[in-house]
């Protein structure tokens, strides 16, 4: 079994939100004023209620994840479980694929074919599904300490930058913006899925990870929200991707520009992310099949991703109906917490004969 | 082994071949654009954009980069939208525009009238443009100064950015960056500040020294004219549009009301003497409050640390003469302040000191509950302006 630990994990689900903050996130919902600071703060509370029945079902299904006890009482239940979480899961997928594509050709290559920019992001990351969770989550430790290594080098750059008298003591102004705010942030939070998988791999305390995550996450998004107001005040409603601008912003030395290294440490942490989704979809696969062999089914997977990112590609209006789907946050309650609960209350535990046989 | 080797001939082969798949363009193909004006003409109804752009082989150089020639070549578009005027600018020149070394862009006077943030936008949306970009306001038609070519720096539009850079850390502009004036823009008064580019005629090249000894060219003649570029004043923006022009006295007092002034040197003459007292450290608080009738005013002080350049005569333990050419100066500075109130306030109606973001600082709800009518707020509520200057001479006593 592909073994990880809950602090691998912790900086591999750091890194997965940090790109969905930089890249994934919809620029309208990134505003300048006290709202978002309280918005980060609601979420990151809710997101924690949502972990509750995954938390409890990893205590009480101790190296199981939700479909294993599922399919041990049911495999006919448990399987139809399984395909409810993997519609989920593939639809942010997709959505994760388009999103880094759109950032390609946004900053990077102006040019890039669809086909070929998803095409390839869609290989690597199948490349490190194959790999394995321990595979990525040791490269999300190298991607995680150069991502925020970044961040620290961006804000001091732009010390001389920051204006302190845009901000303001906290006052919500706009509620239906902080409501909107609140639920995007929880649906940003698509780790809940992966840990909802993964979490049988995980070799310690797999809640250490959620609790870890969950502060660091929270205390980055905040200082991040903080850069951006104190650099562009009003002007941040404007902006499509603010971290982006400020590393254009920011000179060291000999580099004239931040972007263009920062915006490969993000495509890297996106692909990171990626690979967690596919392996957390291979993962799902050998449970319910109970081969260990998964290339092939990823290989197939991988396939059907990317025709259904040239099919939602292909229409502005397909990727606007998936993003709001998603945003809305009602996919990764169901998937994160409607699913983990049930299987909660009808999951059924292993056998103390089976487990030990596990262990050994 | 075998695996890492596998894996650096794999990834050897694909930097190789999927370099083939992205369009790229050969650097001597591409129009690396210095400084760019834009214009808009009324009477066509259409945008013209002039951009000088990078020569890799001047003329009469056998070197890239001739520090003895301005480097740069021209090239004008124009089209429906600012967009459109890049494009065909580019076709002109048949190399395609890199604007990520940009520099400067000059905003032709008829341009102002309209919304300054639609023509920024362009450059702002694209994540190549350079975002260190200076933006300046010119007299009459941005092309005009795009023409005008110095060969000092490495290319042409380096004197340029030099002359702005100099004007703002000397305390006469406030040169800002694109962003910067976007930020400002997006306030509920939509203001915003250029500095003010203008063609003047010298007779001798002033930023060229004279050789001690040399005789005057055309023994005694008068001398050739020579254009240049100048700083005059600024062009203020409200509700995103040029709304007035402000002199070079209105630019120094809004550098000290928007907390931006490094250091200022105020000369004040005391009978036949002349005492020179430099301000430095200032520091610009602007802060918002109600009088006994819950009337809006703001307070806004300014505190620096002020140095004797010239004594005047006055000496080091003469506190009353001291205090009293202090007084003048912190006088001048109040009514330079005062005046640039009303030249950008009263008379331009726009709010570039930053009103607004102190009101919301102090007191978001007030400027929540007053969302409809705050531009009027803003620009009617009475400012009451200190000036305290700390004088020491010699670092040793302290007024």
């Keep these: 079994m592909n073994r990880i630990s809950s602090k691998q994990l912790t900086l591999a689900f750091i890194a997965s939100r940090l790109t969905t903050e930089m890249i994934m996130i919809p620029g309208e919902l990134i505003r300048y004023g006290s709202e978002r600071f309280v918005a980060i703060l609601i979420a990151k509370l809710s997101v924690l209620i949502l972990y509750l029945p995954l938390l409890f079902l990893t205590a009480k299904f101790k190296g199981d994840n939700f479909l294993t006890a599922a399919i041990r009482k049911n495999r006919i239940y448990g399987i139809i479980l399984g395909v409810l979480f993997g519609i989920v899961l593939l639809s942010v997928t997709v959505n994760s694929v388009l999103n880094l594509q759109l950032y390609i050709t946004d900053t990077l290559i102006g040019e890039l074919l669809l086909i070929s920019g998803t095409a390839l992001i869609i290989a690597v990351s199948l490349y490190g599904a194959i790999k394995g969770a321990s595979a990525i989550t040791r490269t999300a430790v190298f991607g995680t300490a150069i991502f925020v290594f970044l961040i620290l080098m961006i804000f001091v750059t732009m010390a001389d930058k920051l204006d302190f008298s845009y901000l303001y003591p906290v006052y919500i102004d706009d509620s239906n913006y902080l409501f909107r705010a609140v639920i995007s942030e929880i649906s940003c939070n698509s780790e809940m899925l992966v840990f909802a998988v993964l979490c049988k791999n995980i070799t310690d305390k797999p809640g250490r990870t959620v609790y870890y995550s969950l502060v660091v996450i929270f205390v980055v998004l905040e200082v991040v929200n903080l850069l951006y107001n104190l650099v562009f005040g009003p002007y941040l409603n404007e902006l499509e991707y603010p971290l982006y601008v400020i590393s254009s912003l920011s000179d060291v030395v000999v ?65 606007d109906a998936l993003q709001s789907i998603l945003h809305t946050a009602l996919p990764l309650v169901f998937a994160g917490t409607v699913i983990p609960l049930i299987v909660l209350f009808t999951g059924k535990k292993a056998p103390r004969k089976e487990k030990e046989n596990e262990e050994n | 082994m075998k695996k890492i080797s596998i894996a650096f001939i794999l990834s050897l082969a ?209 001398q050739e004219t020579e254009k240049t570029i100048v700083l005059d004043g600024g062009v203020v923006f409200s509700d995103k549009r040029k709304s007035g022009i402000i002199d070079s006295a209105s630019c120094i007092g809004l550098q000290f009301l928007s907390n931006r002034m490094a250091e200022y040197s105020v000369t004040v003459k005391d009978n036949d003497n002349r005492s020179t007292i430099t301000f430095f450290s200032v520091r610009t608080a602007i802060t918002p409050r109600f009088n006994e009738k819950s009337e809006l005013y703001f307070d806004i002080s300014v505190t620096a640390d002020g140095r004797f350049d010239e004594r005047g005569g006055i000496s080091e333990t003469d506190t009353a003469r001291i205090m009293a050419v202090k007084n003048r100066a912190e006088q001048e500075v109040t009514a330079l302040m005062e005046k640039a109130v009303i030249d950008i306030r009263e008379n331009c109606h726009s709010d570039i000191f930053g009103l607004e973001k102190a009101l919301r600082h102090h007191y978001p709800e007030f400027v929540a509950q007053n969302k409809e009518n705050i531009t009027d707020i803003l620009l009617s509520a009475p400012c009451v302006i200190k000036v305290k200057c700390n004088t020491f001479s010699l670092g040793l006593e302290s007024y």
């Excluded at chain 2, 008064?189 to 000894?213: C, F, H, M, N, W």
């Design chain 2, 14 to 222: 694909l930097s190789v071949s999927l370099s083939g798949c992205v369009r790229y363009v050969e650097l001597s193909d591409r129009a690396i654009v210095q400084a760019l004006g834009i214009d808009y003409i009324p009477e066509r109804n259409i945008y013209r954009i002039s951009m000088q752009y990078f020569s890799q082989t001047s003329e009469g150089g056998q070197n890239q980069i001739d520090k003895t020639q301005p480097n740069v070549l021209k090239s004008v578009g124009e089209g429906d939208s600012i967009l459109t005027a890049a494009k065909n600018a580019s076709i002109l020149s048949g190399k395609d525009l890199l604007l990520s070394e940009n520099r400067l862009i000059i905003i032709g006077s008829e341009l102002c009238k309209d919304d300054l943030m639609k023509t920024l936008q362009f450059f702002i949306s694209n994540y190549h443009s350079h975002p260190k970009t200076y933006v300046c306001g010119a007299e009459n038609t941005a092309e005009e100064l795009i023409d005008i070519r110095f060969k000092e720096g490495y290319v042409s539009s380096q004197r340029l950015i030099n002359l702005i850079e100099n004007a703002s850390s000397e305390g006469n502009t406030i040169a800002d960056y694109a962003y910067q004036i976007m930020s400002s823009l997006c306030n509920s008064t939509g203001s915003a500040y250029l500095p003010r580019l203008r063609i003047s005629e010298q007779k001798t090249d002033g930023t060229v020294p004279k050789e001690s000894g040399e005789e005057q060219k055309g023994g005694g003649e008068e």
């Design chain 1, 255 to 319: 580099f004239q520009r931040l972007d263009g290294i920062d915006a490969i440490v993000w495509l890297l942490c996106g692909i990171i992310k990626i690979s967690l989704l596919f392996a957390s979809a291979g993962e799902l696969y050998k449970t319910s099949s109970g081969k260990s062999e998964k290339g092939w089914f990823l290989a197939i997977y991988g396939a059907v991703t990317l025709a259904l990112c040239m099919f939602i590609g292909s229409d502005r209006r397909y990727y």
